[in-house]
């Protein structure tokens, strides 16, 4: 079965850096979304991308969160300054654009704010 | 707002045991509830759905029915096996694919021993 990439499985970066998060969706999918999952709470829903610009957002993702899809097949998430309440699992998701689609979603980013 | 609650893990069975997961929501509208399951190293993956009231989903030996009066969609499994060890995730969507604004729980781990 077609899967969703992430890289790095593991981050960690000092409070303040900026960091980029990495996805390769499936190839032929148009929707790309972005979640996160803080230890011990509920997966939350970040934002959700189609032909190149932001459908949905959640009110976590502030000014300081951006998303791009650099070149076609990469869908990244970049958080400019970095807090330690930014210390997460990160999953990106693509579907495809037919009726009934699922999403699939990638195996993670854990990403460690010091 | 729309949200799930799910039973608090981690849950431990023996191989061949009855598995049951909580799982009640909260909606606003009238959403369709999912089971997702990550099994290690992997992405989260649809395991079954229900879109209306009294609907069941299933899927691997795994069911769960989509309970109105109750706000409830218990996950359940008559017989365990070592390979269903993995986090299973309750969640809810107002759009019907569920591929839109996911509403995740916690998680709960579920570990089967031989």
């Known amino acids: 079965e077609p899967e969703v990439t992430q890289t790095p499985s593991h981050q960690v970066t000092q409070m303040g850096q900026e960091v980029i998060l990495h996805c390769v969706p499936i190839?032929?999918?148009?929707?790309f979304y972005w979640y996160r999952q803080i230890l011990g709470q509920k997966v939350e829903f970040l934002v959700s991308?189609?032909?190149?610009?932001?459908?949905?957002k959640s009110e976590i993702f502030d000014d300081q969160f951006s998303v791009e899809r650099p070149d076609g097949s990469n869908f990244t998430l970049k958080i400019r300054s970095t807090k330690l309440e930014d210390s997460a699992m990160y999953f990106c998701?693509?579907?495809?654009?037919?009726?009934?689609?699922?999403?699939?979603f990638g195996s993670g980013t854990q990403l460690s704010v010091l | 707002g729309d949200s799930v609650t799910q039973m608090e893990g981690p849950v431990t069975l023996s191989e061949e045991a009855f598995l049951t997961i909580n799982c009640t929501y909260t909606?606003?509208?009238?959403?369709?509830l999912f089971w997702y399951v990550q099994y290690p190293g992997e992405g989260l993956q649809l395991l079954l759905k229900?879109?209306?009231?009294?609907d069941k989903g299933s899927n691997k030996g795994f069911e769960a029915t989509y309970r109105k009066e109750t706000t409830s969609f218990h996950l359940e499994k008559g017989s365990v096996q070592v390979s269903d060890s993995a986090v299973y995730f309750c969640?809810?969507?107002?759009?019907?694919?569920?591929?839109?604004?996911?509403?995740f729980g916690t998680g709960t781990r579920l570990t089967v021993i031989p």
């Open positions: 998701a693509s579907r495809g654009q037919a009726p009934n689609e699922k999403l699939f």
């Open positions: 991308f189609y032909n190149n610009e932001i459908s949905e």
């Open positions: 969640a809810l969507s107002l759009d019907q694919t569920g591929a839109n604004n996911l509403f």
């Open positions: 229900a879109t209306k009231a009294d």
């Open positions: 909606a606003t509208g009238y959403p369709s």
């Open positions: 190839s032929n999918h148009l929707y």
